[in-house]
């Protein structure tokens, strides 16, 4: 017996032992960070032997190893979508980061969405440079309009704990700070990122240089 689910993870599996006994697995994901393993062997009245027990021993090992094995992959697929980085929404980012919430609102990347037509609105070719994280991973309820701070610096949800975006931390050792942000999937932009959309498949380029507008 093999069982699956999508959205809160389950998985069981069960396997005969013998014709008297029975290996039954359950892993069970609920969230990201609440994991169940159940592991159990049934034994019908008739397999309380001693003797039984001792001759089974090594085909359990066997077959425990093997669905240890199996589960193991599976865990891992399951827990590495779970610690996917997902967009936030620039709200996340205000509350800490004013100054630079306040300089954006006045720059041409706060206003990238309301710049488009209807019909181009509805275009997947314009909202990818127009929206944030468009057609990827979000928290529920983020807004995502226009060019946020999440386009240059990545998807937020997991560097944008305050253990990690801590004011306390950067004062202390600044360089020992960012780098903790950055294996938490915090970007530094560089003209790569910039160029992903200003560049002439926009039908209203008209050149970009980087260290220009980088400046700014």
Same mark, same amino acid.
């Given at each position: 017996?093999?069982?699956?689910?999508?959205?809160?993870?389950?998985?069981?599996?069960?396997?005969?032992?013998?014709?008297?006994?029975?290996?039954?697995?359950?892993?069970?994901?609920?969230?990201?960070?609440?994991?169940?393993?159940?592991?159990?062997?049934?034994?019908?009245?008739?397999?309380?032997?001693?003797?039984?027990?001792?001759?089974?021993?090594?085909?359990?090992?066997?077959?425990?190893?093997?669905?240890?094995?199996?589960?193991?992959?599976?865990?891992?697929?399951?827990?590495?979508? /779970?610690?996917? &980085? %997902?967009?936030?929404?620039?709200?996340? !980012?205000?509350? #800490? +980061?004013?100054?630079? $919430?306040?300089?954006?609102?006045?720059?041409?990347?706060?206003?990238?969405?309301? /710049?488009?037509? &209807? %019909?181009?609105?509805?275009?997947?070719? !314009?909202?990818? #440079? +127009?929206?944030?994280? $468009?057609?990827?991973?979000?928290?529920?309820?983020?807004?995502?309009?226009?060019?946020?701070?999440?386009?240059?610096?990545?998807?937020?949800?997991?560097?944008?704990?305050?253990?990690?975006?801590?004011?306390?931390?950067?004062?202390?050792?600044?360089?020992?700070?960012?780098?903790?942000?950055?294996?938490?999937?915090?970007?530094?932009?560089?003209?790569?990122?910039?160029?992903?959309?200003?560049?002439?498949?926009?039908?209203?380029?008209?050149?970009?240089?980087?260290?220009?507008?980088?400046?700014?």
């Amino acid at each position: 017996m093999l069982k699956a689910k999508t959205g809160k993870f389950y998985f069981e599996t069960s396997a005969k032992l013998c014709p008297l006994a029975e290996l039954i697995v359950r892993l069970k994901i609920k969230s990201s960070k609440y994991l169940v393993i159940f592991l159990r062997v049934n034994f019908s009245p008739s397999a309380i032997s001693t003797k039984l027990l001792v001759l089974q021993r090594s085909r359990f090992i066997i077959l425990t190893a093997l669905l240890i094995a199996v589960m193991t992959v599976i865990l891992e697929n399951q827990l590495s979508e /779970a610690a996917e &980085a %997902k967009y936030v929404g620039l709200q996340k !980012c205000q509350s #800490c +980061h004013k100054k630079q $919430y306040q300089i954006w609102k006045t720059r041409g990347h706060s206003k990238a969405f309301s /710049a488009l037509s &209807a %019909k181009e609105k509805k275009d997947p070719a !314009c909202l990818i #440079c +127009h929206t944030t994280g $468009y057609g990827k991973p979000a928290v529920k309820q983020a807004k995502l309009n226009n060019v946020q701070c999440e386009v240059c610096h990545g998807p937020g949800s997991l560097y944008k704990n305050k253990k990690i975006m801590s004011k306390e931390s950067y004062k202390k050792d600044p360089k020992a700070a960012q780098a903790k942000a950055m294996e938490a999937g915090l970007i530094l932009p560089d003209e790569k990122v910039c160029v992903s959309c200003h560049n002439e498949k926009s039908p209203t380029f008209k050149g970009f240089d980087f260290k220009t507008y980088y400046e700014k």
